[in-house]
Structures are given as C-alpha cells and as structure tokens.
C-alpha cells in the first residue's frame, strides 16, 4: 500500500481521472495525536442514504467523537464531519450487505472471499469492521 496509495491520491485528485472512479475517494482529516494532515484513499458507500466507510485501520480512531474531512470523490471537492460509529455486528452485517447489494465487491469492503460466493447475512454480521459515517455540509 506504500507504493500504491501515493498513485492513487493522485489519481483521485486529477479531475480528468478521478471523476471517472465510482467508490474510490479520498478523505483528508487531521490526526488527533500528531496534528498532521492526513491523506487516506478509502472505499465510500452509500447506504441507507449515509455515506459510509468500512475500516479497521488505525486511523478510524481519530473519527471517535467526530471530526473534520475534506472528501474528493469523482473530481468535486465537499467538506464535512466523519464519525467513528458503535455499531453491534448485527448492524455491521446489514450495512455490508447494503453495500454489497449496492454493487460493491467484496474486495471493495476489505472482504476476502472466493469468486461467486456470496456471504450470508450470519457471516458478515460476524466480520469485525468499523463504520466511519461521513455527513457533508450543505
């Protein structure tokens, strides 16, 4: 991801190429404990009319509480307010079979499952991901 998150940013940065990527986006937020600008190419989906990414990484934490972003999704440029939510598994599930059943791979939500198979409801309620609600100002 070292090498390849640096070519991405920019891709997602350059309108004439960013706008043609559907989920792909780019969330720029300030770390909690560093005070640096953070620059994350993350998967967004939208689900239940929420804009929403699924995370395990570190980096969530700094969404605890709620915080700033920047977002550049398809070449426009929106701010806004990410938190970090607490959702039970059962909620988790349904969101990931939202999304799944929005269009998104499964390599798109972090999943690692073989060709065609589709997870059961039980499966994805299972699967420990964190959910960073994106809400954009007006």
Same mark, same amino acid.
């Given at each position: 991801?070292?090498?390849?998150?640096?070519?991405? &940013? &920019?891709?997602? $940065? $350059?309108?004439?190429?960013?706008?043609?990527?559907?989920?792909?986006?780019?969330?720029?937020?300030?770390?909690? %404990?560093?005070? &640096?600008?953070?620059?994350?190419?993350?998967?967004?989906?939208?689900?239940?009319?929420?804009?929403?990414?699924?995370?395990?990484?570190?980096?969530?934490?700094?969404?605890?509480?709620? +915080?700033?972003?920047?977002?550049?999704?398809?070449?426009?440029?929106?701010?806004?307010?990410?938190?970090?939510?607490?959702?039970?598994?059962?909620?988790?599930?349904?969101?990931?079979? +939202?999304?799944?059943?929005?269009?998104?791979?499964?390599?798109?939500?972090?999943?690692?499952?073989?060709?065609?198979?589709?997870?059961?409801?039980?499966?994805?309620?299972?699967?420990? %991901?964190?959910?960073? &609600?994106?809400?954009?100002?007006?």
């Amino acid at each position: 991801m070292r090498l390849v998150n640096p070519l991405v &940013r &920019r891709a997602l $940065t $350059t309108r004439s190429l960013g706008r043609r990527i559907r989920r792909q986006g780019l969330i720029e937020f300030t770390g909690r %404990r560093t005070g &640096r600008i953070l620059r994350v190419p993350v998967c967004l989906h939208h689900v239940g009319g929420d804009t929403l990414i699924f995370t395990e990484r570190p980096w969530r934490f700094n969404f605890a509480g709620g +915080a700033p972003v920047t977002v550049t999704h398809r070449g426009l440029v929106r701010r806004g307010r990410a938190l970090l939510l607490e959702a039970t598994p059962a909620e988790g599930g349904s969101a990931f079979r +939202a999304a799944l059943d929005d269009g998104a791979s499964p390599f798109e939500l972090g999943l690692k499952v073989p060709r065609g198979y589709v997870p059961s409801d039980a499966e994805l309620a299972e699967i420990a %991901r964190s959910l960073i &609600r994106v809400d954009y100002e007006a």
